[in-house]
């Protein structure tokens, strides 16, 4: 499991940073220019808490992320979250967003939303409506054209939510999505993280994904198929916890251990962008 650190915060210089970064980095240090960095937020670049509402990013992480975009050519967030809720977590950092697994995306300052769920709005009110009446006292979290019920505050009663969620999906049309201590209930589009990544490759060379959940696997299938068709250099991150699907680690490239590692992998790389190559 990969846990680098700076090293109590010396300064080294250009070849001992590249050293100690995971090799498969070295080539974005190289040619940050045809690079992207594409990061899911919840459990991967924010600590997991039992009120969604409340997850933050630690300011290291929102200085580093700061700090990479302007020296990477690209910086993305692909999260289940709302985009609204993306913006206030990250605040005025210029990066690209992409909210709701794909359905809403913030790109260029430009807001958008995926045409074929809004005919599924009333459905998603009624199921939801439908849910907070079959598990009062759980967290169910509104997201416009989706909802997710949340039993981490609960966990004896993860059979009786998985249940009922499953129940109400069918009445209403929907499908499930079931992450950490939580099942997402949305429209039954073919929009996942691994459709949400691919308008994001562009001509990038070097593309790294990193993610914590099983929301997260048909990013690393779809980015693994597309290094194999186009030669991209593709590097997958599983951000490690003892929540995390085993298959998820079982196709990435390196694992850091929570959103701690991953923050560690990335001030090294910042710090390396940021050394004089000699």
């Not at 990013?57 to 990477?72: C, F, H, N, Y």
């Not at 109400?168 to 073919?190: N, S, Y």
Request: no cysteine; charged share 20%.
């Amino acid at each position: 499991m990969v846990t680098p650190s700076l090293s109590g915060g010396r300064l080294f210089g250009y070849a001992s940073v590249v050293r100690s970064l995971p090799h498969e980095l070295a080539a974005i240090v190289r040619d940050p220019d045809r690079s992207a960095l594409l990061l899911d937020f919840d459990g991967t670049l924010a600590p997991i808490v039992t009120d969604p509402a409340a997850a933050t990013l630690p300011p290291e992480t929102t200085q580093v992320l700061g700090d990479l975009q302007s020296r990477i050519a690209r910086v993305a967030i692909v999260s289940g979250r709302p985009v609204h809720f993306l913006q206030e977590a990250l605040g005025p950092i210029p990066i690209t967003l992409v909210g709701l697994y794909g359905t809403e995306r913030f790109i260029d300052g430009v807001p958008t939303i995926d045409d074929r769920v809004e005919a599924y709005r009333p459905a998603i009110e009624r199921a939801a409506q439908a849910a907070e009446h079959a598990l009062t006292g759980l967290l169910i979290e509104r997201k416009g054209v989706s909802f997710t019920i949340h039993w981490r505050a609960s966990p004896a009663r993860e059979q009786e939510a998985l249940r009922q969620g499953r129940m109400v999906a069918k009445r209403f049309g929907l499908t499930t999505e079931l992450g950490r201590m939580a099942l997402e209930v949305r429209p039954p589009t073919k929009i996942d993280k691994g459709q949400a990544v691919l308008p994001l490759l562009g001509t990038y060379k070097h593309v790294l994904f990193a993610g914590d959940d099983r929301a997260d696997i048909p990013a690393f299938t779809v980015l693994r198929t597309h290094a194999l068709r186009t030669a991209t250099h593709v590097i997958l991150v599983a951000v490690a916890s003892d929540e995390s699907p085993p298959e998820l680690a079982s196709l990435a490239d390196f694992t850091v251990d929570g959103p701690h590692g991953l923050l560690s992998v990335l001030q090294l790389l910042l710090t390396a962008l940021q050394q004089p190559a000699i």
